[in-house]
């Protein structure tokens, strides 16, 4: 009989639980003869034979036919350098140098200027400038043609610049003014380890990688991570370049018992940032060893001939060859802030501190509205529940009725990003109000003891710190392409041609509240709602003798609303148990 199957799979035996070892052989033996049948039995090579794993036999003469390498794994195996180091040890054992020793060029630039314009006002303005710049020496001693070394570090540089005023008014009245300005540049920028596109065109002339490269401000020999056999090219490059302004404005006024003093603060972060992921390709003996099921590859296969192959490895599923796409991010935020303390001597041994901070710091802010905003788990995603529910066994449904939560699929939820409306990614609460309590009590002489209490809020810019570092996740517009698997052993991803299939494009918002529909989402919280810390301290000092002083402190700090990952399509953990 000819059966038109898509994917056949061959019969087994499973032998019953306490089957003698006679039985037990032979039900192996008798699957063993059913897949033989099978595999010599089958003619068309559209369908699919799932016999579990793939035995290979090996080249004639254990060598690779000319007309099976890879053309341009061909190449990039005739590029790479001779062997560059003395070795070890008389063997020469590991005398291919394909890392580097990391050497830095640091320097640190700083410049203050102090100007008392008169009795009553006085100035200072302070210039720093620090370089860390990681080499990129050349080992292989110009032999690298498709610079193929990886490019490790980064530049680590960065400004500060900063200028600070103090005005007295009267012996009693002072007004101090400061304002700052930063630039941190972090990136892996170097451009004698750069390729052009035409470099590209010339090891790929199909063009697969095009639909990746806008907005990369570098490119690089993408990454082949060949295991034990070194990693090759660059798989991600950090470009980080973040700056910031702030205005701080304070007002002192001393009375006869009482020390007022009020404030408000301005920061502003702007810049630039993202984690480019190139190209990453996994290698490894896999590919040519003598089955697909647990292969001893201590004694069959080998990476560089799976390399000549061209073939790609897709049995990992943590470090799978993949391309991304990674747009450069814009994530600006400002933080203003208001704060009076009153520090008022209660008696001449005791001090009482009462202060009131405000602050607030919106949402992120994107000016191409990219950012993910929320997913509106009560908005129904139309058509969903019509498609999927009928589909779903109804002793499925009779088992998650059992859940003590949600106890059947809910089909909502509206992707939303960013828009002119709604241009921030958290709605925040402008009430952080921030209160703090101090005292100080001098006991004696020689005793003091002090107490206070303080409450703090999480900056925004904390809540979400991978948005200094360009790795928000953009969802839609930082599309993932992972490379085909392998079909029958047969890898259909090589060196030469790695995405037959295309790179999947950006979606951007093309598919609006549908965004994600069917993949796994990530988003924060909409209506921010960040950590509070409440910290508590006390403390009692005695002096000795000889002016030795000990101090017996107590801190304590209570979190409440810290954050957390919640995943809302889990089930219930104890119908895993039952069931």
């Given amino acids: 009989a000819h059966i038109g199957a898509d994917i056949i799979m061959a019969f087994d035996e499973c032998s019953a639980y306490g089957a003698s070892h006679e039985y037990a052989t032979a039900a192996m033996e008798r699957t063993h003869r059913w897949l033989e049948r099978c595999v010599a039995s089958q003619q068309r090579m559209d369908q699919a034979l799932f016999e579990g794993f793939v035995t290979r036999d090996p080249f ?8 099976r390498v890879d053309p341009l794994g061909s190449r990039l195996m005739s590029g790479l350098w001779a062997p560059n180091g003395p070795g070890d040890d008389r063997t020469g054992l590991n005398n291919f140098q394909y890392n580097q020793e990391f050497e830095f060029d640091y320097l640190n630039f700083s410049s203050r200027l102090d100007w008392n314009i008169n009795d009553k006002w006085k100035t200072f303005a302070r210039v720093s400038r620090f370089i860390t710049d990681q080499g990129q020496p050349d080992y ?17 540089n960065g400004w500060n610049i900063a200028a600070d005023t103090v005005y007295t008014m009267s012996s009693t009245t002072a007004l101090n003014v400061r304002a700052a300005y930063y630039q941190v540049e972090d990136k892996r920028d170097y451009p004698d380890m750069a390729l052009a596109a035409s470099d590209y065109n010339n090891l790929w002339s199909n063009n697969w990688y095009q639909p990746y490269m806008d907005g990369r401000p570098i490119l690089y020999f ?9 990693t ?13 302004y702030s205005l701080h404005a304070r007002f002192n006024k001393y009375l006869q018992r009482h020390s007022i003093k009020s404030g408000s603060e301005v920061r502003i972060k702007r810049g630039e940032a993202a984690r480019f992921r190139f190209f990453n390709f996994f290698v490894n003996a896999n590919a040519t060893a003598n089955t697909t099921s647990s292969p001893n590859l201590q004694q069959v296969g080998h990476p560089w001939a799976s390399f000549l192959l061209g073939a790609l490895d897709t049995t990992n599923t943590t470090n799978f060859s993949s391309a991304q796409y990674v747009p450069m991010q814009t994530s600006d935020t400002e933080m203003y802030a208001f704060y009076v303390q009153d520090d008022f001597r209660l008696h001449e041994k005791v001090t009482l501190n009462l202060g009131l901070r405000w602050e607030y710091e919106g949402g992120l802010f994107d000016p191409e509205y990219r950012l993910p905003r929320e997913v509106d788990l009560t908005q129904p995603i139309p058509g969903m529940q019509a498609a999927i529910d009928p589909r779903i066994p109804a002793d499925v449904k009779a088992i998650m009725a059992e859940s003590a939560g949600q106890k059947s699929p809910t089909y909502n939820g509206a992707y939303y990003f960013t828009d002119e409306e709604n241009p921030r ?26 107490a206070g209490y303080g409450r703090f809020y999480t900056p925004q810019m904390l809540v979400n710190e991978n948005a200094t570092m360009g790795q928000l996740d953009l969802g839609a517009f930082s599309p993932l392409t992972p490379v085909l698997p392998d079909v029958q052993g047969v890898p259909q991803a090589r060196l030469s041609n790695p995405f037959p299939q295309g790179l999947t ?31 508590f301290s006390l403390s009692v000092q005695r002096e000795l003798w000889a002016r030795t002083i000990v101090d017996a402190s107590y801190l304590l700090n209570l979190i409440g609303r810290d954050g957390y990952t919640k995943n809302i399509n889990m089930a219930d953990p104890r119908l895993r148990f039952k069931y």
């Fill in 60 to 67: 004639p003469g254990n060598k690779i036919p000319a007309n």
């Fill in 140 to 156: 292989t001693g110009g032999a690298d043609q498709f610079k193929m070394r990886p490019a490790q570090g980064s530049k680590r």
């Fill in 222 to 230: 993408p990454e082949i991570n060949m295991g034990n056999y070194g």
């Fill in 232 to 244: 090759y090219g660059v798989g991600s490059a950090w470009w980080q370049i973040p700056e910031g």
């Fill in 425 to 450: 990614n958290a709605e925040v609460s402008p009430m952080q109000f921030m209160p703090r309590i101090g005292m100080a009590w001098s006991v004696d002489r020689k005793t003091a003891v002090r």
């Fill in 505 to 535: 494009p950006p979606a951007g918002k093309r598919y609006g509240t549908n965004t994600g529909l069917g993949d796994n989402v990530r988003w924060d919280e909409y209506r921010s709602r960040p950590s509070i810390s409440d910290r």
